[in-house]
């Protein structure tokens, strides 16, 4: 999660604190309307936490959850 508030003070220059809370409130709406097992990879995802093995940089992270979505969707990678 610091990662991405990071990138985003980088980006708009805001303030930490208002950063924070902005990745906060984009998580959060995330995470209430997405499927439950995804809303799940996204608490891994921000947590740091690697509960699949494999890349666990930001980018495999995002890949795997990429792929899991696309699977709900009817895509297969």
């Known amino acids: 999660m610091n990662e991405i508030i990071q990138r985003l003070i980088e980006k708009t220059g805001l303030p930490e604190d208002k950063a924070a809370a902005a990745v906060d409130t984009v998580v959060g709406v995330l995470k209430e309307r997405l499927p439950t097992p995804v809303a799940a990879q996204i608490d891994s995802l921000m947590s740091g936490g690697d509960s699949e093995g494999g890349d666990s ?6 890949g795997k959850m990429g792929s899991s979505l696309g699977g709900m ?5």
Request: proline share 0%; hydrophobic share 35%; glycine share 28%.
């Open 57 to 62: 940089g930001m980018a495999g992270k995002l």
């Open 73 to 77: 969707f009817g895509r297969n990678e």
